[in-house]
């Protein structure tokens, strides 16, 4: 019998991760089965542990229980630890959680593969939960001349930018607290584009010149976030199929101690992107 492994969220159901996870299977020959399994909003825990109980192995974990996860690990990365978050766990042989995070990483080479610069760039990171935290980090290692956290409630960014004080890049607030001044990157962490909408932010903040990435994706369309990108001009409109695939491979590695090759997924992702006038995705 393979291992079992999953994704836990909701929702879950638009997530690529099952086809991205086949693909690394069968290119390192790793006997195992990934599927969706969708928790209720208030039954996260009692999911997870049922998971266990019956022999799986580990998994992801996407919205919005990252931060229920890392609760719930017996151990913790450091990656994981700084991001007071948990995108993948693994069950070990005694029976308690190891619990990693590797959104960041897989942000920051998608980023990358998409020749966006962030080394001495302005950067603004929507959101201030479980995606945004663990993106922290490996955005400012890369050494921005900013890193702005922003949050529909102010409060949250700012306790979130206090936990990293020591890193003078870091500034964080409301929607409203945004420096109104244009952005070199703009990434979207936040839930909106799950409900089809966008953050309150203003539209002074976008350039041609902007590169703006929604963590999100969507499987039929392009998200509200990408399209309202688009529509002001910015020529660099990504969604974050790309970040699935290289988180992806990090998780895929923590389990199985094989870090898959992430080019012939990218390949086969970029050919199933929606055309710009069917929508979004995330």
Known sequence: MNDRYVIIGNPVSHSISPLVHKQFAQQTQQALDYDLLEAPL?????TLKQFVATGGKGGNITMPFKEQAFALCNQLSERARLAGAVNTFKVEDSGQLFGDNTDGIGLVND????????RAKKILLLGAGGAARGAIIPLLEQQPTLLYVANRTAQKAVRLVAQFGEYGALQGGGFNDIPTQPFDVVIN???ASASDSVPDISSRIITPQTGCYDMYYSKERETAFVTWARN???????DGRGM???????????????RPDTQPVLAML??????????DEA
């Open 232 to 238: 002001l001009g910015a020529q660099i409109c990504l």
């Open 244 to 258: 699935v695939a290289e988180q992806a491979a990090e998780s895929f590695y923590v389990w199985r101690g094989v």
């Open 42 to 46: 208030d039954s996260f825990e009692k």
């Open 270 to 279: 970029s050919n199933k992107r929606p055309h710009t006038e069917d929508g």
């Open 189 to 191: 962490a936040t839930g």
């Open 111 to 118: 980023l990358q593969n998409n020749n966006i610069v962030l």
